[in-house]
Each structure stands twice: as C-alpha cells, then as structure tokens.
C-alpha cells in the first residue's frame, strides 16, 4: 500500500464507478431507478463512508497492516456491488 491519499482515490474511483454502473443500467434499462438500483446506490455510499472513516482513524497500531486491510475490504465490498450490479433484472 502506497499511502493514505492513494487509498483514499482508490476508494472514492472504485465505489464511483460502481454508482455510474448503476446509472448507466438505468439508463439502458427502465430510465428511471428501481428499489434494486437505489439500494446499490445506498450501500455504495455507505461503504465509502465506512471505509474512509477506518482510514481516518489515527490509532491504529501498525499503518501499513491497517492499510492493506482496507485495502482488502475494498476489495471485498466492491465485488459484492458488482455482482448485485450484475443480477439487477
């Protein structure tokens, strides 16, 4: 892991385009949104709340591990997303 500022555009361009996917299914499909896609939208939102929160936070022990952490629940989280994305009907 880089740094704090690199985690935190990792974090703001990845949720991004999960939203814009969003946006872009609506668009090609109903043009207006669904339960489903608002649902999405939320839980993006509150995943890049949650995830900038933890890496704000200034006690943690060992930044690097703390870091790659997030790093990984980014990771995690953003698949879950895709693959709702996906399923969207």
């Known amino acids: 892991m880089a740094n704090k500022r690199d985690l935190k555009k990792d974090i703001n361009y990845v949720l991004g385009d999960i939203i814009e996917a969003v946006y872009v299914w609506e668009l090609a499909n109903a043009e ?14 509150a995943t890049f709340d949650e995830l900038i929160t933890k890496v704000n936070d200034r006690s943690a022990e060992n930044k690097k591990a703390h870091f790659k952490a997030i790093n990984t629940e980014l990771e995690e989280k953003g698949r879950a997303l895709i693959e ?3 399923k969207l009907k």
């Open 32 to 45: 207006k949104p669904t339960k489903e896609s608002d649902a999405i939208i939320d839980e993006a939102i």
């Open 84 to 86: 709702k994305i996906n």
